[in-house]
C-alpha cells in the first residue's frame, strides 16, 4: 500500500518535473525572471478543466485546448515586455500572476471564482493513479528530450548567448526577437500542459492552487537542481515534492505546532542549500551574482 | 550522441517498466464507471495491533490555521479523554494529523499519506471546502470514511461522494437564514454585501444575495475583498455613501473581519450589520467587544449549555486554557471522536461497514452533539439557526429560525 | 469635495504605513543590492514584539515599543549577517537563489511566529482611541499617530541621508560599491546600517500596522508582496520612489474600491504598475543606483 503513495508522489514529480522545465527554459537558457508562469499553469488548468467538467469534452481535447492557449497568451505576453528588463520585467511578469489570479477569482461565471471547480474527471483511458503515472511519465520523457534536443541545437546556443552576453546577443537583432518568442510559446505550452495535467490529476482546483505558494516551490525546484540543466531540473523537482512529504512522514507529533515545525524544517533546508550550494546541484550556469553592482 | 544514446535508453527502460507496474496490476475501479465492481482491492486492514489509528486532515499553517489548528485541539482533546477511559475497544485510540493547507493538492497529499502508509480507514476532515474536495475522490476510491467538521461548500454534496459526511450544514442554508431575517426583521429594501473572495464566503454570499433578491430586495453594494486586505476604509465609505438598510458581511477570517466591522462603525453607518459564524466566534467576540457590539450573526443552532457540550467546553479550558473559537465546529470536531469510537467498536475500523452505518445515522448522540441526522447525501439535516448578536464581549441568543 | 477628501484620507493611512515599509526596503536594495522580500517578516515581528511587551507583560507603550523596535533591528540585522553575507563571500548566488531564500526566511519568520504565539488574531482594540470627525473625514486617535509620525520619521530618514555624513556614505555605497571602498569607506558596515535603518522604519511601520489592521503569523507574505509592488512602482532604490509608489497605488486601490469594486483592485494596482513600468521601466523616481 505504501507504494499507493509513491505512486502519488512520482506523479506529482513528474507533472512539476513538467512545469520546472518550463521554467528553466525561460530563467535557465533565457535568462528571463519568468514568475508569471504560474499564470500560465492557470490558464492550462482551468481551461482544461472548464472544458472537460462544464462541455463535457475529452479529457485530451481540453490538455491539449489548455496548451495551446497557454501558449498563445504566453506569446502575447511576449511582444508586451519585449522592451523591458531587468527588475521591471520580473515585476511584470510576477503581476501577470496576480492578474491571472485576479480573473479566477473574480470571473464567477465563468470559474466559479473561490469555490473552485470540482469533480474534474480522469482522462479516458489513464483513470487511476497508476495509468496517470505512465502517461506523465512519458510526457516527462518526451519534454525532456525536446528540451535537450532544443537547448543543444544551434537554437539553444543563441539562446545562451542571450542569456550571458545580452549586448552581444542584440547584434542579432530581429532574430533575437524571434528566439524570444519562440521560449515563450514553448514554455507557454509546456506550462500549460503540466497545469492541466494536475487539474485532472486532483480533480479539484481553485485560483489560489496556483498562488504564490506554488510558484516558490517551482521556483525552488529549479534553483535546487540547478539552473541551464536538464537532468538538474528533473532532480530538483523530484527533491522538491518528496521532501514535504518525507519530513510529513517521518516528522510526527501530536502537537498543535506539527504544521508549523514542519514548515519551518522545510524551508530551513531550502535556505540551506541556497546558501551552500548556490548552483544548485547539477547547475553550470553563473547568472550574475545576485550581490555585484548590476547594470 | 553518446549522450543522447543513454537517455534513449533510460527512456525505454523507464517506459517498458511502468507499463509493466500499470498493466500487471489488478484494475482499480474508474470513477467514472458505476461503483459495482469486483475486485477493488481496499486498503488491508490493520490485522492484530494494540492500536487504532484514524486520520485527520485540516490546515495547520497559513492563514487557515486559524480555524485548523482549533479544531486540531478539539480532536486531540476527545483522543486524550478516550484513551484515558480505555480507548476504543480496548486499543489505543491514534489520531494521525496531517496539514491540509487548506488547498487541493494539500488535501490530495495529506490524504494519499494517510491512506498508504498510517493505513487509515477513517479520516475527520477536512477543515476548508476546498481541501476536502481534493481528497474525496481519493478516499472514495479506498473506500475510506471521509468525515469533515466544518466543510460547508454546496459542492460537497453533490460531488463529495458516497464517503463523504459532515455535521456541519451547508452554506445553502445560512445564507437564506440571513436573507429571511433581514426581510423579516428589519423589513430591508436595499442590502450592501461584502464577502471574503474564498469558496466557504462565496457560498454564503451567493445564497444570500439570490434569496434577497427572490424575496424582492435589492442588493446595491456587492463588494468580494482579496484574502490579506487590510483596509476597507473605502468600501465602508462605499457602502455609507450608498444608504442601505442592512449590511451583510461574510468574512473568512477574523482578522479581516474585526477590521471591516470597525471601518463601518469609524463611517457612523447605522444600519444593522448581520454576519455569518465567523465574527460571532466566542473570543473573537470577547476580545474585540467594541468594535464588534451589536453585530448580529447567524449560526447552525447548537445549545452549549447542554450537557455535553458544556462538559466539552469546561475540559478545553482546563486543557489549553482557552474558550472555544468555534464552539459548534469545534465540538463536532471533538464529538466525531466519539463518534469513531462507537463506530469502530461496533463494526471494526472498516471503511465499508462504517460507510454503511453511516448513511442510515438518525438521532446520535454524542461527545458534545445530540440528536444528529444524516441524509442521503450524507449531509447533516438541519432546522434551526441561532440568531445571535453581541452584547458586551458576550454572545447571547435572540432568537432561533426554523427553516421551513 | 467632501467625497474627495475622504477619499484621499483613506488614501493615507496605509499609503503612509507602506511608504514607511517600502523605503526601508529600498534603502537595503539601493545599498546592499539584495531584495529584502523578509522586511514584511520583520514588520511582523515587531508586531508580535508590542504584543509580548504591552499584551502578555503589560508594559507600558514605550517601553513595549521600544521592545518591537529592538526585536526588529535585531531580526534584520541577523537576516543580513548570517545569510546574505554569508551568502556573498560563499560566491555566485544568482537572483532566483536570493529570491528563494530571502523567501525561505519569511516563511521560517512567519511559522516561528505561528508556533509560538498561535493562529488567533491578535488586536489591540483599546489603543484604537476614539473616532474623530474632521468635517467630512474621519479619523481615529491611532490613525491621527499614522499621520503624524510617519512624514515626520520620513523626512527626518530623507534629511539623515541628504545632509550626514553616514548618509552620504550610504548614498556612496549604492552608486558604487568597489569606488566607495576606495575612498575608505567601509561597505560592509555600510551594509549593516543599511539593514539597522530599514528594519527601524519596519519596526516602527509594524507596531503602527499591528494596532491599526490586527494581527497574526500569515500577513507577512502578503505585507511583502504589497511592499515590492509600490517599491517598484515608485523605483526601487529610491526613497522618495517608495513613498510616491505607496501613494499612488493606495490611491487606485482607493479609486477602484469606490467606483469599481474592491475585488479588483489587486489587477488595478498591477495594471497600473505595469503601464508605468512601460513608460518608465525603472519606475517613477527610479534611476539606476540613486537613493535620493
Known amino acids: 500500500m505504501i507504494i499507493d503513495f509513491i505512486i502519488f508522489l512520482l506523479v506529482l514529480f513528474a507533472i512539476y518535473g513538467i512545469a520546472g522545465l518550463a521554467l528553466n527554459l525561460t530563467l535557465g537558457w533565457g535568462g528571463l525572471i519568468n514568475l508569471g508562469f504560474m499564470g500560465f499553469l492557470s490558464i492550462g488548468a482551468y481551461t482544461s478543466a472548464i472544458l472537460t467538467t462544464e462541455y463535457h469534452l475529452p479529457v485530451f481535447v481540453g490538455i491539449i485546448a489548455g496548451m495551446i492557449l497557454a501558449a498563445l497568451i504566453s506569446g502575447f505576453v511576449g511582444i508586451l515586455i519585449r522592451t523591458i528588463r531587468g527588475d521591471a520585467l520580473a515585476i511584470i511578469l510576477l503581476g501577470f500572476n496576480f492578474t491571472v489570479y485576479a480573473i479566477g477569482l473574480n470571473w464567477n461565471s465563468v470559474t466559479r471564482g473561490a469555490l473552485g471547480i470540482p469533480g474534474i474527471p480522469r482522462p479516458e483511458f489513464f483513470y487511476d493513479d497508476r495509468r496517470f503515472l505512465f502517461l506523465v511519465t512519458i510526457l516527462l520523457l518526451l519534454t525532456t528530450l525536446f528540451l535537450y534536443r532544443l537547448t543543444h541545437s544551434s537554437f539553444g546556443r543563441v539562446l545562451g548567448a542571450i542569456r550571458d552576453e545580452e549586448l552581444h546577443a542584440r547584434v542579432l537583432g530581429k532574430r533575437m526577437f524571434r528566439v524570444k518568442m519562440i521560449v515563450h510559446i514553448v514554455s507557454g505550452a509546456l506550462a500549460g500542459l503540466a497545469g492541466a495535467l494536475l487539474a485532472h490529476f486532483i480533480r479539484f482546483i481553485d485560483p489560489a492552487s496556483f498562488f504564490i505558494h506554488q510558484l516558490v516551490f517551482v521556483l525552488s525546484m529549479i534553483f535546487v537542481g540547478g539552473l541551464a540543466s536538464v537532468p538538474g531540473t528533473i532532480i530538483g523537482a523530484f527533491i522538491l515534492t518528496l521532501l514535504p512529504e518525507m519530513i510529513r512522514v517521518f516528522v510526527n507529533l501530536p502537537s498543535d505546532i506539527l504544521g508549523a515545525i514542519r514548515g519551518i524544517i522545510f524551508s530551513l533546508l531550502l535556505l540551506l542549500v541556497v546558501m551552500f550550494r548556490p548552483k544548485g546541484i547539477l547547475g553550470t550556469v553563473e547568472l550574475p551574482s545576485a550581490y555585484a553592482d548590476r547594470e | ?404 | 469635495m467632501d467625497l474627495i477628501l475622504q477619499l484621499i484620507s483613506n488614501v493615507l493611512i496605509p499609503g503612509l504605513l507602506f511608504a514607511l515599509i517600502a523605503a526601508g526596503f529600498s534603502l537595503t536594495y539601493s545599498v546592499t543590492r539584495v531584495l529584502h522580500l523578509a522586511n514584511g517578516g520583520v514588520v511582523i515581528v515587531a508586531g508580535y514584539g508590542f504584543y509580548t511587551g504591552y499584551s502578555l507583560w503589560h508594559w507600558p507603550i514605550w517601553s513595549a515599543s521600544l521592545l518591537a523596535i529592538a526585536i526588529a533591528i535585531l531580526t534584520g540585522l541577523f537576516i543580513n549577517a548570517q545569510i546574505h553575507e554569508r551568502m556573498r563571500e560563499h560566491g555566485i548566488v544568482s537572483a532566483a537563489g536570493m529570491l528563494v531564500a530571502t523567501i525561505s526566511v519569511l516563511l521560517i519568520i512567519q511559522n516561528i511566529l505561528l508556533a509560538i504565539f498561535g493562529s488567533a488574531p491578535k488586536s489591540f482594540a483599546d489603543l484604537q482611541g476614539t473616532v474623530h470627525e474632521f468635517g467630512p473625514v474621519i479619523f481615529t486617535d491611532h490613525e491621527i499617530r499614522i499621520l503624524v509620525l510617519i512624514p515626520i520619521l520620513l523626512i527626518i530618514f530623507i534629511l539623515l541621508l541628504k545632509k550626514t555624513k553616514t548618509g552620504k556614505a550610504l548614498r556612496a555605497v549604492a552608486d558604487h560599491e568597489q569606488v566607495a571602498e576606495v575612498v575608505g569607506i567601509a561597505s560592509r558596515k555600510m551594509r549593516m546600517l543599511a539593514f539597522g535603518i530599514s528594519s527601524f522604519l519596519a519596526g516602527i511601520a509594524g507596531i503602527l500596522f499591528a494596532i491599526e489592521y490586527n494581527l497574526d503569523p500569515s500577513m507577512g507574505i502578503m505585507i511583502t508582496v504589497r511592499m515590492i509592488f509600490r517599491a517598484i512602482l515608485g523605483g526601487v532604490g529610491s526613497i522618495g520612489g517608495a513613498i510616491l509608489g505607496s501613494l499612488s497605488t493606495e490611491t487606485i486601490v482607493a479609486l477602484t474600491g469606490y467606483y469599481w469594486n474592491v475585488s479588483w483592485v489587486d489587477f488595478s494596482s498591477f495594471l497600473l504598475t505595469f503601464v508605468v513600468l512601460l513608460i518608465r521601466p525603472n519606475g517613477i523616481l527610479g534611476k539606476k543606483k540613486r537613493i535620493v
Not at chain 2, 450544514?169 to 423589513?187: E, H, I, N, Q, R
Not at chain 2, 444600519?271 to 457590539?293: Q, S, Y
Not at chain 2, 467546553?313 to 470536531?333: G, H
Request: some cysteine; glycine content about 10%; proline content about 3%.
Open chain 2, 1 to 404: 550522441m553518446k549522450n543522447n544514446a543513454i537517455w534513449w535508453i533510460i527512456g525505454i527502460v523507464i517506459v517498458v517498466g511502468l507499463g509493466y507496474l500499470i498493466f500487471n496490476q489488478p484494475n482499480k475501479t474508474n470513477d467514472k464507471k458505476s461503483e459495482s465492481v469486483a475486485t477493488a482491492p481496499v486498503a488491508p486492514k490493520v490485522v492484530e495491533s494494540s492500536e487504532v489509528t484514524i486520520g485527520w486532515i485540516g490546515p495547520l499553517t497559513g492563514d487557515a490555521a486559524a480555524y485548523g489548528i482549533p479544531l486540531q485541539k478539539a480532536t486531540m482533546l476527545a483522543a486524550e479523554e478516550i484513551n484515558a477511559a480505555g480507548g476504543v475497544g480496548g486499543k489505543k485510540l491514534v489520531v494521525a494529523y496531517e496539514d491540509g493547507n487548506c488547498d487541493g493538492k494539500g488535501g490530495a497529499a495529506a490524504a494519499q499519506k494517510l491512506i498508504s502508509i498510517n493505513k487509515v480507514q477513517i479520516i475527520i476532515g477536512g477543515t476548508c471546502s476546498g481541501e476536502t474536495l481534493g481528497f474525496t475522490p481519493i478516499a472514495n476510491e479506498n473506500k475510506v470514511v471521509v468525515f469533515s467538521p466544518s466543510a460547508s461548500s454546496p459542492d460537497l454534496t453533490t460531488k463529495g461522494g458516497d464517503y463523504a459526511f459532515r455535521f456541519y450544514p451547508s452554506d445553502a442554508l445560512a445564507g437564506k437564514v440571513a436573507a429571511s431575517y433581514a426581510m423579516d426583521t428589519f423589513k430591508a429594501k436595499k442590502a450592501a454585501v461584502i464577502t471574503a473572495n474564498t469558496d466557504y464566503a462565496q457560498g454564503l454570499h451567493r445564497v444570500f444575495v439570490e434569496s434577497f433578491k427572490n424575496a424582492g430586495g435589492e442588493v446595491t453594494v456587492d463588494e468580494s475583498y482579496n484574502s490579506g486586505t487590510t483596509d476597507f476604509r473605502t468600501q465602508a465609505l462605499k457602502i455609507k455613501n450608498a444608504k442601505v438598510d442592512v449590511v451583510y458581511i461574510v468574512v473568512q477570517l477574523p482578522t479581516e473581519g474585526i477590521a471591516l466591522v470597525k471601518a463601518l462603525k469609524d463611517q457612523k453607518i447605522v444600519a444593522p450589520l448581520l454576519t455569518a459564524e465567523i465574527l460571532i466566534g466566542r473570543e473573537i467576540a470577547k476580545n474585540n467587544k467594541d468594535v464588534l457590539e451589536g453585530v448580529i450573526g447567524f449560526e447552525a443552532f447548537f445549545d452549549e449549555k447542554a450537557e455535553g457540550a458544556a462538559k466539552f467546553t469546561a475540559a478545553f479550558k482546563a486543557k489549553y486554557n482557552e474558550d472555544l473559537a468555534f464552539p459548534f465546529m469545534q465540538t463536532i470536531a471533538y464529538s466525531e471522536g466519539y463518534l469513531f469510537k462507537e463506530m469502530i467498536e461496533k463494526y471494526g475500523n472498516d471503511g465499508v461497514k462504517i460507510q454503511a452505518a453511516l448513511a442510515k445515522l438518525t438521532d446520535w448522540s454524542g461527545g458534545g452533539l445530540k440528536n444528529m441526522t444524516l441524509d442521503e447525501n450524507g449531509d447533516v439535516v438541519w432546522k434551526s439557526f441561532s440568531i445571535k448578536k453581541i452584547t458586551n464581549g458576550d454572545v447571547p441568543s435572540i432568537g432561533v429560525f426554523d427553516m421551513k
